[in-house]
């Protein structure tokens, strides 16, 4: 179909690009015809004879108005060739017996060549016929229109000829050149057919290599991923079927090498976890046997210490015991002293309190005073106005004195009652200083038994810490010797560990090698190490036995 679309496009081209020649040169030749017209138009006003205007304007309109319509058919064109050579027989017949009417006759030549422009060999047949029978009619019925000398056939003839032979020669000018014309539309539509023919193919060429492209790229997307299940299912084009199959080759490959690995990672995994567990199980019961060990030692250790810095101290209390004795003593004497004091404290407070209570006395008399004041003033009238305001200020002062005399009664009544409590704690802590030397007695005595019998106990303890050290020197060989287990063990599953985080990036099949089929769900295992690497074991000095 496309094929028979450009087939007669091509066609239509063809046409077009010889129509196009040929009504330009319908124009032409119909403007020629009316420069033909206006040339005998000029004649017969040179002549003064209007015989041949009526014929030279009747020839001209049907073929000008034929060209006004753009027509440049087959009628037109002869209607053409047959009028053009009659505008040179009109001008014969205009100048007969003209001293250049024989000149004349080249433009019949003239006119008959100027037909070739319209690429039709059909027009210059029908205008050397008219010319042809023209010359024959005119030179045996009007010999006077054909050359000033009269009948002269062998001339008719010879004219004919010539106009033959120029046909002759114009005609196949103008078969070539339609056919030329042809030729090259035929040329533009099949070189367009084929560069419509080469884009279409370079299109779908395109389209191809953007579905390639987007399929690879999408697999290369999901491999970057990890994901080793992802396959190009859809088909590609048949020049790139081949690469979709070396990629999903590709992924099955590596798909079967990291699950072979990650099974492989799986098992050493799995017995690294087995040994380390086992190693873990003894190094936790070697380390809890030496920490008992240790914790024994340094028990006993602390023990034996304990015991004879307790003798010492012992020693040293009985000695502090007898200092603290005096001490109390002493303090009992301070506290006798301190109950002294107080005495004197609560009569200096009664002292004082007499004295405010004689203040309280003269701020109520002055008050008093006061009031009396006031009360003259107020007799006096205007002139005792401001002893008025002395009286009202020197009451207001004796209030504020009583106001004052009261609270300082008040703390001096509460400091008594303070120093009263504090002579009552006094005397009782100097009755309990006094049974406190009665127990410092007792302690000391005790205290003596206790520094005789600790001297034994330390020696007995200094044997067993002996006896703890030795097997704790067999129980730190014993770890050494587990600490290395463990220390191999974490190594391999340490490498185990890493290479399966490694795989665990890949997303891979169940199955390896195995590839799935267009409707199959993608499945895939995830590679996790069975323990984490755990810190070793350190072992701890043990103290050194105690002298």
């Given at each position: 179909?496309?094929?028979?679309?450009?087939?007669?496009?091509?066609?239509?081209?063809?046409?077009?690009?010889?129509?196009?020649?040929?009504?330009?040169?319908?124009?032409?030749?119909?403007?020629?015809?009316?420069?033909?017209?206006?040339?005998?138009?000029?004649?017969?006003?040179?002549?003064?004879?209007?015989?041949?205007?009526?014929?030279?304007?009747?020839?001209?309109?049907?073929?000008?108005?034929?060209?006004?319509?753009?027509?440049?058919?087959?009628?037109?064109?002869?209607?053409?060739?047959?009028?053009?050579?009659?505008?040179?027989?009109?001008?014969?017949?205009?100048?007969?017996?003209?001293?250049?009417?024989?000149?004349?006759?080249?433009?019949?030549?003239?006119?008959?060549?100027?037909?070739?422009?319209?690429?039709?060999?059909?027009?210059?047949?029908?205008?050397?016929?008219?010319?042809?029978?023209?010359?024959?009619?005119?030179?045996?019925?009007?010999?006077?229109?054909?050359?000033?000398?009269?009948?002269?056939?062998?001339?008719?003839?010879?004219?004919?000829?010539?106009?033959?032979?120029?046909?002759?020669?114009?005609?196949?000018?103008?078969?070539?050149?339609?056919?030329?014309?042809?030729?090259?539309?035929?040329?533009?539509?099949?070189?367009?057919?084929?560069?419509?023919?080469?884009?279409?193919?370079?299109?779908?060429?395109?389209?191809?290599?953007?579905?390639?492209?987007?399929?690879?790229?999408?697999?290369?997307?999901?491999?970057?991923?990890?994901?080793?299940?992802?396959?190009?299912?859809?088909?590609?084009?048949?020049?790139?079927?081949?690469?979709?199959?070396?990629?999903?080759?590709?992924?099955?490959?590596?798909?079967?090498?990291?699950?072979?690995?990650?099974?492989?990672?799986?098992?050493?995994?799995?017995?690294?976890?087995?040994?380390?567990?086992?190693?873990?199980?003894?190094?936790?019961?070697?380390?809890?046997?030496?920490?008992?060990?240790?914790?024994?030692?340094?028990?006993?250790?602390?023990?034996?210490?304990?015991?004879?810095?307790?003798?010492?101290?012992?020693?040293?209390?009985?000695?502090?015991?007898?200092?603290?004795?005096?001490?109390?003593?002493?303090?009992?004497?301070?506290?006798?002293?301190?109950?002294?004091?107080?005495?004197?404290?609560?009569?200096?407070?009664?002292?004082?309190?007499?004295?405010?209570?004689?203040?309280?006395?003269?701020?109520?008399?002055?008050?008093?005073?006061?009031?009396?004041?006031?009360?003259?003033?107020?007799?006096?009238?205007?002139?005792?106005?401001?002893f008025a305001v002395v009286a009202s200020e020197v009451r207001a002062l004796a209030q504020?004195?009583?106001?004052?005399?009261?609270?300082?009664?008040?703390?001096?009544?509460?400091?008594t009652r303070e120093v009263e409590a504090g002579v009552r704690l006094v005397r009782e802590?100097?009755?309990?200083?006094?049974?406190?030397?009665?127990?410092?007695?007792?302690?000391?005595?005790?205290?003596?038994?206790?520094?005789?019998?600790?001297?034994?106990?330390?020696?007995?303890?200094?044997?067993?810490?002996?006896?703890?050290?030795?097997?704790?020197?067999?129980?730190?060989?014993?770890?050494?010797?587990?600490?290395?287990?463990?220390?191999?063990?974490?190594?391999?599953?340490?490498?185990?560990?890493?290479?399966?985080?490694?795989?665990?990036?890949?997303?891979?099949?169940?199955?390896?090698?195995?590839?799935?089929?267009?409707?199959?769900?993608?499945?895939?295992?995830?590679?996790?190490?069975?323990?984490?690497?755990?810190?070793?074991?350190?072992?701890?000095?043990?103290?050194?036995?105690?002298?």
């Amino acid at each position: 179909m496309p094929a028979i679309q450009r087939t007669h496009r091509g066609a239509g081209m063809m046409r077009a690009d010889l129509d196009r020649l040929r009504t330009a040169g319908t124009r032409a030749l119909t403007a020629l015809l009316w420069g033909l017209a206006a040339v005998i138009a000029l004649g017969c006003l040179v002549q003064r004879q209007w015989g041949m205007l009526a014929p030279a304007a009747l020839l001209a309109i049907l073929p000008t108005l034929r060209a006004a319509a753009g027509r440049s058919d087959a009628a037109t064109r002869l209607m053409l060739a047959v009028t053009l050579p009659l505008y040179p027989a009109l001008l014969l017949a205009q100048w007969a017996g003209a001293p250049w009417q024989g000149d004349l006759h080249m433009l019949v030549f003239a006119v008959l060549a100027t037909l070739a422009v319209l690429g039709d060999w059909r027009a210059l047949v029908a205008a050397t016929l008219v010319i042809a029978v023209h010359h024959l009619g005119a030179g045996l019925l009007r010999p006077a229109w054909i050359s000033p000398a009269g009948a002269d056939l062998p001339r008719a003839l010879l004219h004919t000829g010539i106009v033959v032979v120029e046909a002759a020669m114009l005609i196949p000018l103008a078969v070539r050149l339609e056919r030329t014309i042809i030729g090259q539309a035929r040329s533009h539509a099949a070189a367009e057919a084929a560069e419509q023919g080469a884009a279409a193919i370079r299109a779908a060429v395109t389209a191809d290599q953007t579905t390639v492209l987007a399929a690879l790229g999408a697999g290369l997307e999901a491999l970057s991923d990890g994901n080793l299940t992802h396959r190009l299912r859809d088909g590609f084009p048949d020049r790139y079927e081949g690469l979709r199959r070396d990629f999903n080759e590709a992924l099955r490959a590596l798909d079967a090498a990291l699950a072979k690995v990650a099974a492989a990672t799986q098992g050493i995994t799995h017995g690294a976890g087995h040994v380390r567990l086992a190693s873990d199980a003894l190094a936790l019961r070697t380390q809890r046997q030496a920490a008992s060990l240790r914790q024994t030692a340094a028990a006993m250790t602390q023990i034996t210490a304990t015991i004879g810095t307790t003798a010492a101290a012992a020693g040293r209390a009985h000695g502090a015991i007898a200092g603290m004795r005096g001490d109390v003593e002493q303090g009992g004497a301070v506290v006798g002293r301190a109950v002294e004091a107080m005495g004197r404290i609560e009569q200096s407070s009664l002292r004082i309190a007499e004295i405010i209570s004689l203040i309280d006395g003269i701020a109520f008399q002055t008050n008093l005073l006061a009031l009396n004041a006031g009360v003259e003033a107020a007799r006096a009238g205007e002139a005792g106005r401001g002893f008025a305001v002395v009286a009202s200020e020197v009451r207001a002062l004796a209030q504020r004195s009583a106001e004052a005399a009261q609270d300082v009664g008040a703390i001096i009544t509460a400091s008594t009652r303070e120093v009263e409590a504090g002579v009552r704690l006094v005397r009782e802590t100097g009755t309990a200083l006094q049974r406190l030397v009665a127990g410092i007695g007792d302690v000391a005595t005790l205290v003596a038994s206790v520094s005789g019998t600790t001297e034994q106990q330390a020696q007995s303890l200094r044997q067993i810490t002996t006896t703890i050290a030795d097997m704790d020197g067999v129980t730190q060989q014993n770890a050494a010797m587990i600490e290395q287990a463990i220390a191999a063990a974490q190594s391999l599953a340490g490498a185990a560990g890493e290479l399966a985080r490694q795989v665990d990036h890949f997303r891979i099949g169940t199955e390896p090698g195995a590839e799935c089929g267009a409707g199959d769900a993608d499945r895939s295992i995830t590679l996790r190490p069975l323990y984490r690497p755990r810190a070793p074991v350190h072992q701890t000095a043990l103290p050194a036995p105690a002298a």
